[in-house]
C-alpha cells in the first residue's frame, strides 16, 4: 500500500510521485446517458477541453448536462503518474486534478458557454480544495487543445476575476495550462450521478455571475 503525501495540499515532485503502470484502466467506452463512444476518434468538426472543478462526479453531470455537449468522461489530468487509479490519485502522490473531459460541437455551443458553465459552478478561489473535498486532487484547472481556447480561458478568467474583485471574492487560483495527457478514470465513476442519482456532488459556486460576452 501506499503512504500519503504528508501534505495533500501540495503537488509532488517526480521523485516523490507514484509509478503508475504502462497499461490504461479498462473501461466500456460507452457513455451511461448518451451511449456515445467515450473515445476517439470523434465526430469531424468537435472540439475537446478538460475541466477540473473538485469532485469529478457532480462536475462531469454538469457538462454532459449542456446542449451541444457530444460527450463528456470522467478523468484525471495535470499530474506526472501514467496511468493512475483513483486510489493512487487519493493519496496525493500523482499530481493529478480529478477532471472531467468535454467534447462538444461549437458549431453548437461556444467556448464561452462552456467556461462561463466552468467559472459559475465552484469556487475558483479556494486553491488545493473545493469546499470539504481537500488536496491537490481537488485543485480549480482547465486544461486546453488549442491556442484558441487557451487564450479564451485566460481572457474569461481575468473577466471573472474582475467580477470576484468587485463582490470583495479573492484570488483565482485556476491552473490553466495546454493539456498533457487524460487519463479515463475507473468505469464505476463515469457517469456516477446517473448510476447514483443520489449521490454525492460538492459543486457549489461563489454566487457572482461571469459575464463573458
Same mark, same amino acid.
Given at each position: 500500500?501506499?503512504?500519503?503525501?504528508?501534505?495533500?495540499?501540495?503537488?509532488?515532485?517526480?521523485?516523490?510521485? &507514484?509509478?503508475?503502470?504502462?497499461?490504461?484502466?479498462?473501461?466500456?467506452?460507452?457513455?451511461?446517458?448518451?451511449? =456515445?463512444?467515450?473515445? !476517439?476518434?470523434?465526430?469531424?468538426?468537435?472540439?475537446?477541453?478538460?475541466?477540473? &472543478?473538485? #469532485?469529478?462526479?457532480?462536475?462531469?453531470? &454538469?457538462?454532459?448536462? &449542456?446542449?451541444?455537449?457530444?460527450?463528456?468522461?470522467?478523468?484525471?489530468?495535470?499530474?506526472?503518474?501514467?496511468?493512475?487509479?483513483?486510489?493512487?490519485? #487519493?493519496?496525493?502522490?500523482?499530481?493529478?486534478?480529478?477532471?472531467?473531459?468535454?467534447?462538444?460541437?461549437?458549431?453548437?455551443?461556444?467556448?464561452?458557454?462552456?467556461?462561463?458553465?466552468?467559472?459559475?459552478?465552484?469556487?475558483?478561489?479556494?486553491?488545493?480544495?473545493?469546499?470539504?473535498?481537500?488536496?491537490?486532487?481537488?485543485?480549480?484547472?482547465?486544461y486546453t487543445t488549442s491556442d484558441t481556447q487557451q487564450r479564451q480561458a485566460l481572457e474569461s478568467r481575468d473577466k471573472y476575476q474582475q467580477a470576484l474583485k468587485n463582490a470583495d471574492r479573492g484570488?483565482?487560483?485556476?491552473?490553466?495550462? !495546454?493539456?498533457?495527457?487524460?487519463?479515463?478514470?475507473?468505469?464505476?465513476?463515469?457517469?456516477?450521478?446517473? =448510476?447514483? !442519482?443520489?449521490?454525492? #456532488?460538492?459543486?457549489?459556486g461563489t454566487g457572482v455571475g461571469c459575464t463573458l460576452s
Open positions: 500500500m501506499w503512504t500519503r503525501n504528508s501534505n495533500k495540499e501540495q503537488l509532488p515532485s517526480a521523485e516523490e510521485a &507514484l509509478p503508475g503502470r504502462e497499461t490504461p484502466l479498462s473501461i466500456s467506452g460507452r457513455h451511461l446517458v448518451s451511449e =456515445r463512444s467515450l473515445i !476517439p476518434p470523434f465526430p469531424a468538426g468537435h472540439e475537446e477541453i478538460v475541466f477540473g &472543478l473538485g #469532485c469529478f462526479w457532480g462536475a462531469e453531470r &454538469l457538462f454532459w448536462k &449542456l446542449p451541444g455537449v457530444h460527450v463528456t468522461a470522467a478523468g484525471y489530468a495535470g499530474g506526472i503518474t501514467p496511468n493512475p487509479t483513483y486510489e493512487e490519485v #487519493c493519496t496525493g502522490r500523482t499530481g493529478h486534478a480529478e477532471v472531467v473531459r468535454v467534447v462538444y460541437d461549437p458549431g453548437e455551443i461556444g467556448l464561452a458557454t462552456l467556461l462561463q458553465a466552468f467559472w459559475e459552478a465552484h469556487d475558483p478561489t479556494q486553491g488545493m480544495r473545493q469546499g470539504n473535498d481537500t488536496g491537490s486532487q481537488y485543485r480549480s484547472t482547465i484570488a483565482i487560483t485556476t491552473e490553466i495550462k !495546454p493539456l498533457d495527457v487524460f487519463y479515463y478514470a475507473e468505469e464505476y465513476h463515469q457517469q456516477y450521478l446517473a =448510476r447514483n !442519482p443520489n449521490g454525492y #456532488c460538492g459543486l457549489k
